[in-house]
């Protein structure tokens, strides 16, 4: 069991908007940053939103990311078939002193 | 160019002890701002937080597993090693290294490691 909680899985077909969920608490959304990451099957995770909302260089500007409260939200538009791959929030959480991920979801476009 | 190098055995068997090596290049273990954590994932689940460490040898660790793991660094080798021990089936994971690049008010992993698939079995 996961501390942020994640849908296990959204789709979308080409050309549409998504959106994909994280909830947390106050230790560790409410209080620290928000990051995303993009896992493509069978590879290393990849950054793709840090600090809530930024994007690295190289990331599409069809990736945003938006945080309220104790819950955050990656929006991926224009879907594309090569942004099927798992996305993973990630936070420190002050009550454990660690970081912590949430469960993955896993787009199918 | 930064890049992280996961090393260790491949196969371990309950209760043995498990060593990894990350070797890291394209930045300094000394440099301040940054950082390396382990993360592990089961095969077909979530990523897993385990323990980081900082140049001034700050360490934190996974709640759940603390009792089983130890980080350390040796910045002559740019090598991260982490230490689980009392090994079982459910530690079968890839287990990744990350740098950490720490600004400001937060901190990301920005590279990782292409991890490595550990098995434990008898």
Same mark, same amino acid.
């Given at each position: ?13 080409? #050309?549409?908007?998504? %959106? ?11 209080? *620290? %940053?928000? *990051? ?14 840090? !600090? *809530?909302?930024?994007?690295?260089? #190289?990331?599409?500007? !069809? ?47 | ?29 000394? *440099?301040?701002?940054? #950082? ?31 009792? !089983? ?5 040796? %910045? ?47």
């Amino acid at each position: 069991q996961s501390v942020l909680t994640q849908p296990p899985s959204a789709s979308g077909t080409p #050309g549409q908007r998504v %959106t994909i969920s994280c909830s947390g608490s106050s230790s560790n959304i409410g209080s *620290n %940053t928000v *990051n995303w990451y993009q896992q493509l099957p069978g590879t290393a995770p990849k950054l793709l939103i840090y !600090r *809530n909302n930024q994007r690295p260089s #190289g990331v599409p500007d !069809r990736f945003s990311g938006s945080k309220s409260g104790t819950s955050a939200s990656l929006a991926i538009s224009g879907l594309q078939s090569e942004d099927e791959a798992d996305y993973y929030c990630a936070a420190w959480d002050d009550s454990l002193s660690g970081r912590v991920f949430g469960g993955g979801t896993k787009l199918t476009v | 160019q930064v890049t992280l190098k996961e090393s260790g055995p491949v196969l371990v068997k309950p209760t043995e002890t498990l060593t990894l090596t990350c070797t890291v290049s394209g930045f300094s273990l000394s *440099n301040a701002r940054m #950082g390396v954590s382990w993360i592990r994932q089961p095969p077909g689940k979530a990523l897993e937080w385990l323990a980081h460490i900082f140049p001034n040898d700050e360490k934190s660790y996974s709640t759940s597993l603390k009792s !089983r793991l130890t980080i350390s660094k040796d %910045t002559s080798k740019s090598q991260v090693v982490l230490t689980m021990t009392n090994m079982d089936p459910v530690d079968t994971a890839t287990y990744y290294c990350a740098r950490i690049q720490v600004s400001g008010d937060y901190d990301i992993h920005d590279y990782w490691g292409q991890g490595t698939l550990v098995t434990v079995s008898s």
